[in-house]
């Protein structure tokens, strides 16, 4: 059964950092992209970055220069470093395959705010 565990979000002020990382099991996690989504109330949930398996990445246009994807297959666990966060990035953020595959975890509130 896989499992996804979302962890790292907090409050924080405009211009601060976060680290999300998220735990997976069930699955062979090194040999699939992995992704880091998000959603506000009432809207779809985004994908903003992702990692393939050889550590390729990819951004989404709002968060690209200011967020980094990383991976330790070690560990199982994917991580996201925000930098230089803006209340427009409150949400809260999910991991999952980089198309997503499996049934989505509690996820993790992030919220930036003065």
């Known amino acids: 059964q896989v499992q996804l565990v979302e962890s790292g979000g907090g409050l924080v002020q405009p211009g601060g950092s976060l680290r999300l990382s998220c735990a997976a099991s069930g699955i062979p996690f090194s040999i699939y992209a992995m992704g880091w989504y998000r959603q506000v109330p009432g809207k779809q949930r985004d994908l903003v970055a992702a990692i393939t398996s050889y550590g390729n990445t990819n951004y989404a246009d709002s968060v690209k220069g200011r967020f980094t994807i990383s991976r330790d297959n070690a560990k199982n666990t994917v991580f996201l470093q925000m930098n230089s966060l803006k209340p427009e990035d409150t949400a809260v953020y999910y991991c999952?395959?980089?198309?997503?595959?499996?049934?989505w975890g509690q996820g993790t509130q992030v919220t930036v705010s003065s």
């Open positions: 999952n395959a980089g198309v997503p595959l499996w049934n």
